[in-house]
Structures are given as C-alpha cells and as structure tokens.
C-alpha cells in the first residue's frame, strides 16, 4: 500500500511568487491534515479536510494561504503571494474515517519551502 | 488547552547504551499520547501511542513509553541504542484541533 506522497520535494522560490504544494493521501482516507515546522520549532497544525470539506482551518496563517482538496482525494496548498517567513517544511497527513479523534494520522515525508 | 514540552532537544547516546527521550504534557482532559520518529527524508512514523489502556506502552523497534499521570509525563525508553534509531522523535499530544507536537529531541548514536 503506498504511503502519503508529497510534491515537490523541494522548492525554492522568491518572495512574491506563488508556489502550490500537493498532497496525495493513502488510498480511502477520508481525513486530511496540513502541518507546518518553521524554522526548527513545533510542527504546527495547519488544517483539517473531511473529504472535501474543511473541517477545521484555524491554524491557517493567513489569507496567503489556499488549500483546497477538490474530489476528495488529492489536495493543495498554496502561498501566494509568498514570504520569507513561510520558510519551513509543511507536512500532510491522512487517516481514515472514525468517530476516534485519537487513531494514528499517516504523514508524508513533507515538503521543504524555502522563501528568498 | 494542551502543551508538549520536550526536555532535551539533543541526546547524544553509545551504540548499546539505553536510551532516554523525557516529554511532559499539559492537558486540561484525558490526553491521548504518541511519539513519532522521523528519519532523514522520510514521513513522520508511529512509533507508540497511548490511550487510556496500560500506562506502560510497548512500540515497535523495541521503543515503550510510560504514561505517568501524576507526574505528567510519557519518557520514551529503549534499554539499548542502535545506530539505526539515530533520527528526530516527536511527543505529541491528542488536542481539539488534530495533533499538537513536542519541539523534537534529534537522537545520535555514536559506534
């Protein structure tokens, strides 16, 4: 069974510039996680898909930040336009549907944003 | 609200020596506990999780982790470092909004 997949890897872009990550959960996870780790510090929760909906979307930053999950499968998250401080690596994370908050959540091996 | 405060960001271990990663957490309800490992290049990975079961909790790699509620911790153990559990560890804490994470201790084991 593939894992949660993360694209790009890597990405290196201006201030300024619009980036789009992607996340592909594993197959059948209805839940879907956005987190965030600036700079060596917690990783911070970013927000909650349920399908195609959001279900919680309080730890967004700002207004720069989009994420979308049309279909309920594969989901964005995009920046634009970007800063410096967006400078971090942003994790996803799936799981399936349970009534259980606390089952295990998937992660990808997250993509590393860099703002120059 | 709940917190995760990791003790140690580094741990610097010999290869057979035990290992001692320290967490504390703070919850204001019956938390649920995991730590997490990541590797270089690779996915954050479930090493244990507790859940209001045993307070002593076995993972795999021969990990375990023991849920003090008094003392409110959850120190994850390994009676005997190898090379290949060299990586970052995460003590996370069950929250309302998904998953709320510990600062990360990063593991080396030294031959």
């Known amino acids: 069974e593939a894992g949660v997949t993360q694209f790009p890897s890597h990405s290196v872009i201006e201030k300024g510039q619009t980036v789009t990550l992607r996340c592909d959960p594993i197959s059948g996870h209805d839940n879907l996680y956005w987190y965030r780790r600036v700079m060596g510090k917690e990783i911070k929760f970013l927000l909650h898909?349920?399908?195609?909906?959001?279900?919680?979307e309080s730890g967004m930053p700002n207004n720069r930040f989009l994420a979308e999950r049309t279909g309920g499968t594969y989901s964005t998250l995009k920046v634009q336009p970007a800063e410096l401080e967006d400078s971090g690596v942003y994790f996803c994370?799936?799981?399936?549907?349970?009534?259980?908050?606390?089952?295990?959540?998937?992660f990808g091996p997250g993509t590393r944003l860099t703002v120059l | 609200a709940q917190s995760v405060t990791q003790l140690d960001s580094h741990v610097s271990v010999s290869e057979g020596t035990p290992v001692l990663l320290r967490c504390n957490y703070s919850?204001?309800?019956?938390?649920?506990l995991f730590w997490y490992v990541q590797h270089p290049n690779k996915g954050l990975q479930l090493l244990l999780k507790y859940t209001s079961a045993a307070t002593l909790v076995k993972g795999i790699n021969g990990f375990e982790a023991e849920f003090k509620k008094s003392e409110t911790s959850f120190h994850l153990t390994k009676p005997s470092a190898h090379m290949s559990d060299a990586a970052e560890y995460f003590c996370?804490?069950?929250?309302?909004?998904?998953?709320?994470f510990g600062s990360g201790t990063r593991l080396q084991v030294q031959p």
């Open positions: 919850s204001s309800y019956s938390p649920s």
């Open positions: 994370a799936s799981s399936p549907w349970t009534s259980n908050l606390y089952n295990e959540q998937f």
């Open positions: 996370v804490v069950t929250g309302r909004r998904a998953l709320t």
């Open positions: 898909f349920v399908k195609e909906s959001k279900q919680d």
